[in-house]
């Protein structure tokens, strides 16, 4: 799956458990994908998906639950302008944000206008 040369280097590195791409984690009652996860296998979902305004995408992506309305629960993948920012989880008409600390939208990266640059800081 990997050339020699970054399997060398990859085993100069110091023992880390696993290596690989981290797309999603098992639960009890589903699996529920990774902000990478969701971006990577997202397009082929057919169901549990949530199509967010601008104001709700610019709150999601702090890492604010929004509220949204919907008659589906559980894990979704969640859309904007088509195109997929990750997962999250919809219950009882709101919409829990699953995005990273480290890859939340920060207030300075809000655009003139009130449209989010939509870049991870």
Same mark, same amino acid.
């Given at each position: 799956? =990997?050339?020699?040369?970054?399997?060398?280097?990859?085993?100069?590195?110091?023992?880390?458990?696993?290596?690989?791409?981290?797309?999603?984690?098992?639960?009890?009652?589903?699996?529920?994908?990774?902000?990478?996860?969701?971006?990577?296998?997202?397009?082929?979902?057919?169901?549990?998906?949530?199509?967010?305004?601008?104001?709700?995408?610019?709150?999601?992506?702090?890492?604010?639950?929004?509220?949204?309305?919907?008659?589906?629960?559980?894990?979704?993948?969640?859309?904007?302008?088509?195109? =997929?920012?990750?997962?999250?989880?919809?219950?009882?008409?709101?919409?829990?944000?699953?995005?990273?600390? =480290?890859?939340?939208?920060?207030?300075?990266?809000?655009?003139?206008?009130?449209?989010?640059?939509?870049?991870?800081?």
């Amino acid at each position: 799956l =990997i050339s020699e040369a970054a399997f060398k280097l990859l085993s100069k590195l110091p023992y880390t458990g696993t290596t690989g791409l981290y797309i999603g984690e098992y639960s009890p009652k589903a699996f529920r994908l990774s902000m990478d996860g969701a971006q990577l296998l997202g397009h082929h979902a057919t169901k549990q998906k949530v199509e967010l305004t601008d104001v709700q995408a610019q709150q999601w992506l702090q890492g604010e639950s929004v509220n949204y309305e919907d008659i589906q629960r559980g894990y979704v993948i969640v859309i904007h302008n088509n195109t =997929i920012l990750g997962c999250g989880s919809l219950s009882k008409g709101l919409l829990r944000s699953f995005i990273p600390k =480290i890859r939340r939208l920060k207030l300075s990266d809000q655009l003139p206008g009130g449209e989010s640059s939509c870049q991870s800081p």
